[in-house]
């Protein structure tokens, strides 16, 4: 069965720093293209970055420039470094792969407020 458990965030200032993390239980999570999502009350919840198999990452305009997706296929973990947050990033933050899962992990809160 496919697991996620979110760690890593917090309280932050306006221009802090953050580092996800995401423990992935998945026989084929080399192969998978990961993402990272987000999501506030009351809103659907968006897709902030993408990284293939290969390597290759996208991010949702957003984020550009201050979000960097990472992975670990050795230990099956999904990675997120946040700088430069804005009180805008405040959500609950999700890692799945790409594209519809009707299973979600626990997420991990991110509250970026002075």
């Known amino acids: 069965q496919v697991q996620f458990v979110e760690s890593g965030g917090g309280l932050v200032q306006p221009g802090g720093s953050l580092k996800l993390s995401c423990a992935v239980t998945?026989?084929?999570?080399?192969?998978?293209?990961m993402s990272w999502y987000r999501q506030i009350p009351g809103k659907d919840r968006e897709l902030v970055a993408t990284i293939r198999a290969n390597g290759f990452t996208t991010y949702t305009d957003s984020v550009k420039e201050r979000f960097t997706i990472s992975r670990d296929d050795v230990k099956a973990m999904l990675f997120l470094q946040m700088n430069n947050l804005k009180p805008e990033d405040t959500a609950v933050y999700y890692c799945n792969r790409y594209g519809p899962s009707s299973y979600w992990g626990p997420g991990t809160q991110v509250t970026v407020a002075s």
């Open positions: 998945d026989i084929s999570f080399t192969a998978r293209t």
